[in-house]
């Protein structure tokens, strides 16, 4: 004799929520059909409404700040840094060749085409130039540089003298000759000198060469060359990386302009500097446009994806049940639930974001499961000679509870995501979640009133006797259940070993289309050791505490450099005072005077650089000894020629006027710098309000707190980079966790996302099992058949887990969204399967329109997520590929190996045996 639980005709009918889930369909059922044509009239109503709701209100976000709660300490300490320095990301313009000084005119002319640009759009940074620090520039640079400025201005103050007497090109090139004619007498003296001169020469020529030729607008070499060595010089007062191979420009958007409207601006002025000065490679990146442009990737592949999973999901449909005017109703009825979910999303959160963007192409693979099990069923009872009204009513009366308890499964496990911490989640379950309901109740209301109307392919077939492959398979392994468990067994065994290959990629940068030009570029300057975009925020309350803060820092090996004020606000400036006192001394006895307004006669330019030519040969004698200043000495003959040659070949007039123009840039930077240096302070302290308000905004808060940056020596979109940088700073700046000194930036927030991101999709999967317990509990009150149902969801999550450990995939912030997915989707099939089995009371479900109810809705499923394997968006593919998996897994799971231990445990069942029929379909 059989216990009670070892039975599955449990008669669910008279289960307390299959009786109230039973009452309510049969309640909209009858509804719907009687006032059938007010349900249509509703349907239209609303997807009207919904399409005006989405089409002026739906919004893209890709800030991924607001995808975490601000109930989080740290990000409350970010949006409040954010707010009290009025810090903005910035963009990053990477500019990129071989040659140092095309590098270093490109950013000049790039720098002058931005500021230039009306309106004003945006502020660039691109030289450390410490004329930018204002008045008291010199009281804030080390007492070191300062004493090193004093000499090199008194070295070089001879020949600037003799250069503000130059009003003109030419005057300029007799000045030069006038040295290099007493060159040979000065040289043992002015060593360091003359080679600075050589270098600044050089770059004169050559850039007056270029602007001769009409290829380059008047930019002028500036004076790093002047005061030290040329690429050194160049190096330091400019934003550089891989020794001069990489110029930066740091863009930051003003006057409300967006980033991407700064983005699509700057490119454009990029394109207009690279057909100036053509061989220079300059890309744009930075954190807002890796935002951006991961967005409208994501925005991209998932409009592909759901159009391509709605074709593949309704031709499945279609070549599966051989008919189109069912699936058409189906689908329109899908395409309706999503329309209302995306109103309804408009409406509750009012835009999408970089996770819940990938709902639709999930949401059509798992909402057209509903449908499919009901029209399944509807065309079971048709083949039984019944009307299609009876048949229809016993469908919605037997299958449509079994649908909503597993829609519900499905929502449950979404909406158990609205548990977790982290507000992108809880926004992605809430729309998910909502959006099955929807689409069941669109389904329900609608689809029936559909199947009754107009008229279907007439389709009558006749069955002979006859095995169907699907039968075959099905009789073989079915009389066999043994067999089918151990081959199971065997598999989930071999592949148990390899499961802990399986690791986790934080990396965010990893998720994106490494093909888009801000990803190639970000790798580009990761791969040259850029420090110079992410970088740690230490915020101290006072000046003092900042300088304590700062000495720390400064001893840890993840840090690569800092940048502060605060030694600058409590040093000492009196030690400087005399070098000051004496540098603006010297810049005041250098009087500059008016440029010519004239041109001076191109052929005497030429006469004059002949002349040069024959000095510099005629001091050569006494270069034997120093073998590479005579190689330069060579090459600058030889570009002097150049420019001869040019001036010589061209048009006199117009190349007169470029010459000129190029001399006037010359000469006015060069008088501004020595006015700017006869403007020195010399007062013997700094206080804030003395700070020049580029360095005050960056540096100084609105309420008086002082910021240090801090930048990491490693790659800091590297997990194990990321750590010991943030551990580092937390454990030597604020061992007790007291939020004293605040320590924040975009790589605490990438660190502290990531880990939250992971966390509560684990801790939602969680939820996921415990509502499905619950659900399944309720429905069938047998430890048994909960077992049966959850074996699709389990099973098929360690066969898919095995799978990425033998394909080497990881885990990601994106498909780690499979957790709960794949829990509410076996669930659900399970509870599918388990419920016909017992309505059947045999477990053969490939006999049952329940068994290719399953194949196909999960079959669409899994053309919902491999759509998405189309992507260029990294983690949006591995989402697709790795749930494409799991949900095959969990199919073939519930096709076998539950109904092969659903026969094991429950002994009563009978063998199937298939007999031969004569099933006549009816068109409805």
Not at 4 to 14: T, V
Not at 303 to 319: D, H, K, P, R, V
Request: hydrophobic share 45%; glycine share 6%; net charge positive.
């Amino acid at each position: 004799m059989h216990h009670k639980e070892d039975s599955l005709n449990f008669k669910p009918a008279y289960r307390l929520l299959f009786r109230y889930i039973c009452q309510i369909v049969s309640t909209v059922y009858r509804f719907t059909l009687r006032y059938s044509t007010f349900t249509l009239v509703a349907h239209c109503v609303l997807t009207g409404i919904s399409v005006t709701i989405i089409t002026l209100g739906l919004k893209l976000n890709p800030d991924r700040d607001s995808l975490v709660g601000s109930d989080k300490l740290y990000h409350r300490n970010f949006l409040e840094y954010k707010h009290d320095f009025n810090a903005e990301d910035e963009l990053v313009v990477a500019i990129e060749s071989d040659d140092l000084e095309k590098n270093r005119r490109f950013v000049e002319l790039l720098g002058r085409k931005v500021e230039a640009a009306h309106p004003p759009f945006c502020d660039t940074i691109y030289r450390g130039d410490f004329q930018l620090l204002g008045e008291n520039a010199l009281l804030l640079l080390p007492i070191d540089t300062v004493r090193q400025l004093e000499s090199t201005l008194a070295s070089v103050h001879p020949f600037i003298t003799r250069i503000a007497n130059s009003t003109n090109l030419l005057a300029f090139f007799e000045t030069i000759n006038t040295f290099f004619r007493h060159g040979a007498t000065e040289l043992d003296g002015n060593a360091a000198l003359f080679t600075s001169l050589i270098s600044f020469l050089e770059e004169i020529i050559e850039i007056a060469t270029s602007v001769a030729e009409g290829n380059l607008p008047p930019i002028t070499p500036g004076f790093s060359s002047l005061f030290g060595p040329s690429s050194e010089g160049i190096k330091n007062l400019y934003l550089t990386l891989g020794e001069g191979r990489i110029f930066l420009m740091l863009v930051k958007p003003k006057n409300g302009t967006d980033y991407e409207q700064v983005a699509e601006r700057i490119h454009q002025l990029i394109n207009e500097a690279q057909r100036q000065i053509p061989g220079v490679n300059a890309e744009l990146t930075g954190q807002p446009l890796l935002e951006i442009q991961e967005m409208s990737q994501a925005r991209k592949d998932t409009t592909i994806a759901s159009i391509i999973a709605l074709i593949m999901c309704g031709a499945l449909f279609i070549t599966a049940y051989k008919e189109t005017g069912r699936p058409l109703k189906v689908i329109l009825c899908l395409v309706l639930g999503v329309v209302y979910t995306l109103a309804f999303t408009t409406v509750t959160v009012g835009s999408l974001n970089i996770l819940t963007l990938t709902f639709l192409p999930i949401l059509i693979g798992l909402g057209i499961d509903f449908g499919i099990h009901i029209v399944s069923r509807y065309e079971e009872e048709l083949y039984r000679m019944r009307p299609p009204l009876q048949a229809l009513s016993t469908t919605m009366k037997k299958t449509a509870p079994n649908i909503v308890i597993g829609a519900f499964t499905t929502s449950g496990a979404f909406l158990a995501m609205c548990l977790t911490d982290f507000s992108g989640i809880r926004q992605m379950g809430f729309i998910c979640g909502v959006g099955i309901i929807l689409v069941l109740i669109t389904i329900i209301t609608l689809l029936p009133v559909l199947l009754l109307t107009g008229r279907q392919n007439r389709l009558d077939w006749y069955q002979a006797q006859k095995f169907t492959l699907k039968k075959k398979i099905y009789g073989i392994l079915t009389p066999n259940p043994i067999i089918v468990l151990v081959l199971a067994a065997c598999i989930t065994f071999a592949i148990i070993p390899v499961i802990p290959r399986v690791r986790f990629d934080y990396n965010l940068l990893n998720l994106q289309n490494p093909h888009l030009p801000s990803v190639k570029t970000e790798m580009k300057l990761i791969q040259h050791g850029s420090n110079s975009i992410l970088f740690c925020v230490v915020i101290a309350s006072n000046a003092t505490d900042a300088a304590k803060f700062e000495s720390k820092i400064k001893s840890l090996p993840p840090v690569a450099k800092i940048e502060s004020i605060a030694g600058m606000l409590i040093d000492n400036p009196t030690p400087k005072l005399p070098s000051i006192s004496n540098i603006c001394a010297m810049a005041k006895t250098i009087e500059f005077r008016q440029v010519d307004p004239l041109p001076p006669p191109p052929h005497d330019i030429t006469r004059t650089l002949w002349s040069l030519q024959g000095y510099i040969g005629s001091i050569k004698e006494y270069l034997l000894g120093q073998p590479e200043l005579f190689k330069t000495l060579e090459a600058l003959r030889e570009k002097i020629t150049v420019l001869r040659r040019t001036i010589l070949r061209g048009d006199s007039e117009v190349i007169s006027q470029r010459l000129h123009n190029f001399y006037r840039e010359l000469y006015s930077e060069l008088a501004d710098l020595y006015q700017f240096l006869a403007n020195q302070s010399c007062e013997p302290r700094i206080s804030i309000d003395s700070l020049p308000p580029s360095i005050k905004s960056k540096f100084i808060s609105r309420s008086g707190r002082i910021l240090i940056r801090v930048y990491p020596r490693d790659n800091i979109w590297d997990r194990a980079a990321q750590h010991t940088f943030i551990t580092a700073l937390r454990q030597t700046l604020d061992p007790t966790n007291s939020n004293y000194p605040i320590i924040t930036g975009v790589p605490v927030q990438l660190y502290e996302y990531s880990a939250l991101l992971k966390h509560s999709y684990e801790k939602s999967a969680i939820y996921a099992v415990v509502t499905g317990l619950i659900l399944a509990w309720l429905h069938f009150r047998n430890p048994k058949l909960l077992l049966l149902c959850f074996l699709p969801a389990i099973l098929g999550f360690i066969w898919m887990l095995g799978w990425m450990g033998l394909t080497n995939q990881a885990f990601n912030l994106a498909n780690i969204m499979t957790l709960p997915l794949m829990i509410g989707i076996g669930v659900t099939t399970g509870i599918q399967a388990v419920s016909r089995i017992s309505e059947a009371n045999h477990a053969n479900l490939l006999a049952l329109s329940t068994g290719k109810a399953i194949v196909v809705s999960n079959l669409t499923t899994v053309f919902g997520f491999g759509s998405l394997i189309i992507a260029g968006h990294q983690g949006i593919k591995s989402l697709g590929l790795i749930m494409s998996i799991g949900v095959l897994s969990s199919m073939f799971v519930a096709l076998f190996v539950l109904p092969a231990l659903a026969t094991v445990l429950l002994k009563h069942l009978p063998k199937h045996k298939f007999t031969s029929t004569h099933i006549i379909r009816h068109s409805d």
